[in-house]
C-alpha cells in the first residue's frame, strides 16, 4: 500500500509540466528571485505578470505568508497551484484574490478551484528589484534622474520608495520589457538544463545495466 502511494505522489516537476501549456503569450521564468524567496513560474507578457508558486505532495506550507508577502508586491497576478493534500490548510491563509489550480491524479490536468483577480498592492522598490540595478538606473535616467547613474541599489530602492514622479504603470511596462527581452538567453540556459539531464539520465540508465 505504502509503495502505491508513493506512485502516485504529485511532485513538483510533474505539476510544472501541467502549468506550462496554460500559459499563453509572453513568456515564462522559473525560480524568479523575488523579494526574500524565488517564485516558482512567473508568467510575462506584454500587460502583466502572474506569478505561481507550486505545492507538491511533498512540500509543506511553511513559507506561505513570506511568499504571498513577497509576490503582492510585485505581481499582477498570483496563484497557488497545489495538491488535494494541501488544499483545505491552504484557503484560509490565502486572500480572496489570490487564485488556485489543484493538481488531479495521474493522467489529468489542473483543477481551477478559483481564478486569480488583480492585485492591487504592487510597490515600485520591490518590482524594480526583479532587474538589475544598472537596467533600473536606465529607466531613471531616460525619465531625467540628473546622477541616477551614481546611485547605489539601497539608493535607488530608497528613491522608488519615497518619491511620486515614477508612475507606477511605466515601471511595470519597462520591467516586463526587460524580462522579455530576455527570452533568448533563457531558451538557451533551458536548452543546457535539458541536455544536462538527459546526460544524467544516460548514466543512470548505464549503470543500472546488469552486468553479464
Request: aromatic residues 8%.
Amino acid at each position: 500500500m505504502t509503495d502505491v502511494f508513493a506512485a502516485s505522489r504529485m511532485n513538483d516537476p510533474e505539476i510544472r509540466a501541467r502549468l506550462y501549456p496554460l500559459l499563453l503569450g509572453g513568456v515564462y521564468i522559473d525560480e524568479l528571485p523575488t523579494g526574500t524567496t524565488r517564485a516558482d513560474v512567473v508568467h510575462v507578457t506584454d500587460s502583466f505578470m502572474h506569478g505561481y508558486e507550486v505545492k507538491g505532495d511533498g512540500d509543506t506550507l511553511a513559507r506561505v505568508e513570506n511568499q504571498l508577502r513577497c509576490y503582492a508586491e510585485v505581481y499582477d497576478f498570483v496563484t497557488f497551484v497545489v495538491t488535494e493534500k494541501h488544499l483545505a490548510k491552504l484557503l484560509p491563509r490565502l486572500p480572496e484574490w489570490v487564485g488556485v489550480l489543484v493538481a488531479e491524479g495521474e493522467g489529468l490536468g489542473l483543477r481551477p478551484h478559483r481564478a486569480a483577480r488583480y492585485n492591487a498592492t504592487v510597490q515600485a522598490a520591490p518590482l524594480a528589484a526583479l532587474l538589475w540595478v544598472e537596467e533600473i538606473k536606465q529607466f531613471l535616467l531616460a525619465r531625467g534622474l540628473a546622477g541616477a547613474s551614481t546611485l547605489r541599489q539601497r539608493e535607488v530602492a530608497h528613491y522608488l520608495r519615497t518619491s511620486s514622479t515614477v508612475p507606477l504603470s511605466s515601471l511595470a511596462g519597462y520591467v516586463r520589457e526587460r524580462l522579455l527581452a530576455r527570452l533568448p538567453e533563457r531558451l538557451a540556459q533551458r536548452e543546457e538544463r535539458r541536455a544536462e539531464r538527459q546526460r544524467l539520465a544516460a548514466i543512470r540508465a548505464r549503470r543500472k545495466k546488469p552486468r553479464r
